[in-house]
């Protein structure tokens, strides 16, 4: 195409023109830009120098109160309560060393706690206020505020600090808190404001680590005035925050003292659950540790005491522990023989003592055999062939999928750290895991809960509250946030989905344990009606007992160390009429299920009566025992002995 | 007018067109990105680390691209303008379904060893395609309404597809930055009006929408437009930019508080320091003299580019100079009135001062085109 001269230089001259004239708007603008500088720089510098400088404007976050954590009475676990310190700001201190010297003689100043200040206040900005000293006490703050004027760039300061008032009970519940760290920030994704505040509290463990988000509320700021030093003239506004979410724990706090009070120095877990709402009442594991400890900085020898401890005082061992469940997995071999319809009530099995499996010899506990056996006796006196005949019929793949129905095998979503999901084997499973082949030894030892089978307290717990109830009870740990009921209305709660005569059949067999003169637990029984349990025992090996040991005649747990001997679990509910709690206990290296029932005996009853227990529950001739049980156990944890007067 | 009137004989050829770069162009950017080291040092606390050698590195590699560019011929670039622009609208489109998502925007591509921000490259090849398009069509056509759809919607499309990223800032600079050809190419005055007119009723509409079902900008976008009407409004949220930033420019004063003394900007005020806030630092350090220079400094790029644009009788050359130059006036201009408090906070950087990788690239790249245009001008 083309063009008539006179078109290009009517085109040349247009965009010459407009060319001109944007070039002209934009320098214009930009002399506006100009003019816009010089007025923020020079016409208001000294406003803004000053705003700058002499009496800055700061804009300070102010830290919202952490959520309290309650239990279902309104005793208080978890407090915020007034803690002293004192920060510095090296840009207004002038000489640090000076400064801190003078200091040094008015607060007694921890060295390594002082080291640790100064690391940090090379690492951060001069402006920056670094704490220098915490929990000081009173006097101490007020001797630093009256020699204000001789300690520049140090300010006293008043804060919140976290205490567990019942620290040891409820340590593995609620976890603790400590100063956010570096690991931990680079864990978040766009953290809040608050976490880059030094040393800001955030949960580490626990319940407070896994509702961080809810207890720790939201930042309010203020505008502060501060002069030439650093020093605050005066508060100009103020945006309050929001405080942290109070939380209402479904724990019992006298219960959960009791049972930790009970478990004393074993290694230990114990779980009370509500059979029909699945509210946790207590959930402890011992040994315990004091979390407050951890608040304040744990020294290197506690820390040291803890860890190297073979009773591990810090694993959480009511929901972290695994460990086969042993004989208290023989009601869910026996609900999947009732569902798939291999047995009734009144098939029986021929106990001799052992059965022979392809080659392998299975022994039963009781080397002479039981004879006939039926469900409720096979049951009650924990018949190890009978089960074993069960789950040969059945299969493993229906005892799993009975077994993850009841709560086995499945991680149950209650707030605590390192919730375990235990291991309900299937033959996929074996040949992924384990790259070997599923073989019906393997059926076998599952049966009585031995083998690949792995259940924490917790999940036993769950398994009982679902026997006993007949309902699919999720446990639950929250009851309250800001006082308003999260518990779902009992009749959301689904059904089990198992035929209810078996469940009864089970229910019966499990009375029969502690309530039949047969019964393996019937030495530990209540006798108050209307308040009878309902359990099972179990006992599992954490050693394998080979051919010639047997021969020889097994060896006593007693007279093993104590990390050979077998762990002791005992599951049971409450009152058999009209299940109530469900509860579940596990000694470890307690040397078999009598180590457990006792304990689990104990608790229970001391739930039914919300305190110590009538002596007339128990068979007569352990009253005088218990009498003085109960009477050391409140000489040894005076944490006991509150009275009700003292709940909130 | 094309180049197919003109005879390329007078047009430098060889090493010799290395003597017909706008040499005081070059030397213009040289010293804007040489004051974008200095400061990208300045806010490291005094470190090439993490950001000062990145850019250095970027800008080597952006100037090597520029005389690459600037000695094709410039009827190469106009010829190839078309494929340019499509590649980059692809681009766009990808970015919609596989970009990586960052700080809630989808923008780059992954290459591998940088990120490519396809709403950057378009920048210049929408400037470059409508330059294009408007020496194609007779001038006698340009105003005819018919005529305007077509580059209308060549703005529009990109615009909306990098609106929906979402990135305010870039939509509206490749909306004005269409404008610019468009009003240089010599569309009525009548029709500017009326845009403009529009944009009113439209800013009103916007403000209605609020609140309703058909809310038209993000939460966060009126949040924005909040803060700026009243910044002390929200002073740690957004506000807290804008009000930190005058402090931090104002303490400046006269002649500042010297290289790498900067208090109200180092201390970390100001999340975003190394990239669209980097202009308080140096306005804090170096007072109304440096910033004012960085001022002049931008000024003189822009009197060059239009006097080279006027200057030059080929219609696509001086198009695209002017659209070009335009854009990078946009850039400057918007992030400084936002620093300033003039203008809300949108996410526009200070060309050749933030650090940015492609940006810096994508400006080179741009300046390579000018440069050709001025090598290859008719004579």
Excluded at chain 1, 633 to 642: A, C, G, K, M, S
Excluded at chain 2, 189 to 207: D, K, N, R
Excluded at chain 2, 229 to 242: K, N, R, V
Excluded at chain 2, 296 to 305: G, H, M, P, R
Aim: hydrophobic share 45%; glycine share 8%; net charge positive.
């Amino acid at each position: 195409m083309k063009r008539t001269n006179a078109d290009n230089s009517a085109s040349h001259n247009r965009i010459t023109r407009r060319g001109l004239l944007l070039g002209g708007a934009q320098v214009g603008f930009m002399g506006l830009l100009g003019l816009r500088m010089r007025y923020l720089q020079v016409d208001q510098a000294d406003e803004f120098r000053l705003l700058a400088e002499e009496n800055r404007i700061n804009i300070r976050l102010i830290p919202p109160a952490r959520g309290e954590i309650f239990d279902r009475n309104g005793v208080i676990i978890a407090a915020n309560e007034p803690s002293y310190r004192i920060t510095m700001v090296r840009e207004d201190a002038g000489n640090v060393e000076e400064v801190i010297e003078r200091l040094s003689t008015l607060v007694e100043l921890d060295e390594s706690a002082l080291n640790r200040a100064m690391a940090e206040m090379e690492r951060s900005p001069r402006f920056l206020p670094i704490t220098i000293a915490e929990r000081i006490s009173w006097e101490e703050m007020s001797r630093v505020a009256v020699n204000a004027p001789a300690l520049p760039g140090v300010t006293p300061e008043v804060g919140l600090s976290r205490k567990y008032s019942h620290g040891s009970e409820f340590a593995h519940v609620i976890g603790y808190v400590g100063p956010v760290s570096d690991y931990d920030l680079s864990k978040i994704e766009d953290p809040d404001q608050l976490l880059l505040i030094p040393r800001f509290q955030i949960g580490k463990v626990g319940l407070e680590a896994k509702l961080e988000e809810r207890l720790r509320g939201k930042a309010g700021t203020k505008r502060v005035e501060v002069n030439a030093v650093g020093r605050v003239m005066r508060e100009l506004d103020r945006r309050n925050g929001q405080p942290g979410d109070d939380l209402q724990l479904t724990i019992d706090q006298k219960l959960q003292s009791y049972v930790q009070a009970r478990l004393g120095d074993e290694s230990a877990a114990a779980v009370v659950m509500d059979c029909k709402t699945g509210d946790i009442l207590s959930i402890n594991s011992s040994p315990t540790f004091d979390p407050n400890l951890f608040v304040r900085g744990i020294s290197v020898a506690d820390y040291r005491d803890l860890t190297e401890n073979n009773h591990r005082p810090l694993a959480t061992k009511s929901v972290q522990g695994t460990y086969p469940p042993g004989s208290t997995f023989k009601m869910v071999v026996a609900m999947a023989a009732l569902e798939a319809g291999v047995i009734n009530s009144e098939t029986t099995h021929w106990c001799p003592g052992h059965l022979t499996v392809s080659n392998r010899r299975f022994h039963c506990w009781k080397r002479g055999g039981h004879g006939h056996m039926n469900l409720e006796t096979a049951l009650r006196e924990s018949c190890d062939v009978y089960f074993y005949e069960l789950a040969l019929e059945v299969g493993i793949e229906k005892i799993t999928e009975m077994a993850n129905r009841l709560g086995l095998g499945i991680r149950h979503g209650i707030p605590m750290s390192a919730v375990a999901r235990g291991l309900t084997p299937t033959k996929d499973w074996k040949q992924r895991n384990r790259d070997s082949s599923w073989v019906i030894g393997d059926t076998v030892n599952s049966s009585i809960g031995q083998g690949f089978v792995l259940a924490s307290p917790l999940q036993l717990a769950v398994m009982t509250a679902r026997l006993a109830s007949g309902k699919a009870v999720e446990p639950r740990l929250v009851k309250s946030v800001n006082g308003i009921d999260q518990s779902a209305p009992p009749d959301e709660i689904p059904d089990l989905e198992v035929n209810q005569n078996h469940l009864r059949m089970v229910r019966k067999a499990m009375y029969a344990v502690s309530n039949n003169r047969r019964g393996t637990a019937y030495s530990q029984r209540i006798i108050q009606d209307g308040y009878r349990l309902a359990g099972k025992t179990g006992t599992s090996q954490v050693r394998n007992i080979t051919a010639a040991e047997r021969r020889a005649g097994v060896i006593r747990n007693e007279d093993l160390p104590w990390e050979r001997r077998d762990h002791g679990l005992f599951v049971n509910f409450a009152p058999y009429d009209d299940p109530k709690y469900a509860v579940a206990v596990i000694i470890e290296h307690g040397g078999g299920s009598k180590a457990a029932t006792p304990v689990a005996r104990d608790i229970t009853l001391q739930a039914l009566y919300g305190g110590d227990p009538p002596l007339d529950a128990y068979p007569k001739k352990d009253r005088a025992r218990i009498k003085a049980q109960q009477e050391r156990l409140r000489r040894e944890y005076p944490q006991l002995n509150t009275s009700d007067r003292d709940r909130a | 007018m094309s180049y197919l009137e003109y005879s390329v004989k007078t047009v430098p050829t060889g090493f010799s067109k290395v003597l017909h770069l706008n040499w005081a162009l070059v030397l213009l950017l040289m010293s804007v990105s040489g004051i974008g080291f200095l400061m990208l040092y300045s806010v490291a606390g005094g470190s090439f680390n993490p950001w000062a050698a990145a850019q250095m590195k970027r800008f080597i590699l952006g100037m090597s691209l520029m005389f690459a560019i600037a000695m094709v011929p410039i009827w190469f670039w106009r010829n190839v303008s078309g494929v340019l622009y499509f590649g980059s609208l692809v681009l766009l489109i990808l970015v919609e379904f596989m970009g990586s998502v960052q700080m809630g925007a989808q923008r780059w591509i992954d290459l591998g060893f940088m990120r490519l921000q396809p709403s950057e490259l378009m920048k210049i090849t929408l400037v470059m395609f409508l330059a294009t398009y408007y020496d194609w069509l007779p001038v006698n056509k340009t105003s005819r309404p018919l005529w305007i759809i077509l580059p209308i919607l060549i703005i529009l499309v990109p615009t909306f597809l990098v609106l929906r990223q979402p990135d305010l800032g870039t939509s509206l600079l490749l909306l004005f930055g269409g404008a610019i050809v468009m009003f240089m190419a010599g569309l009525h005055w009548g029709y500017f009006a009326g845009v403009i007119a529009m944009g009113v009723g439209l800013v009103t509409a916007v403000f209605q929408s609020r609140g309703t079902t058909w809310q038209l900008l993000k939460d966060y976008q009126y949040r924005r437009i909040d803060t700026f009407l009243d910044p002390a409004s929200d002073p740690l949220g957004a506000g807290y930019h804008i009000t930190q930033s005058k402090i931090a420019l104002g303490s400046g004063g006269w002649t500042g508080r010297g290289y790498m003394q900067g208090t109200q900007s180092r201390l970390n005020f100001l999340p975003e320091k190394h990239t669209d806030f980097i202009f308080t630092t140096l306005a804090e350090e170096f007072g109304f003299v440096g910033a004012f220079s960085l001022l002049s400094l931008y000024a003189l790029i822009i009197f060059f580019c239009v006097f080279s644009a006027i200057s030059n009788k080929d219609r696509f050359s001086a198009l695209m100079t002017m659209g070009i130059a335009g854009t990078f006036f946009l850039f400057f201009a918007v992030n400084m009135s936002m620093v300033m408090g003039m203008a809300p906070v949108v996410g526009v950087p200070l060309p050749l001062v933030s650090y940015g990788g492609s940006a810096m690239l994508v400006i080179l790249v741009a300046f390579g085109m000018i440069q050709s245009a001025h090598v290859h001008r008719p004579r």
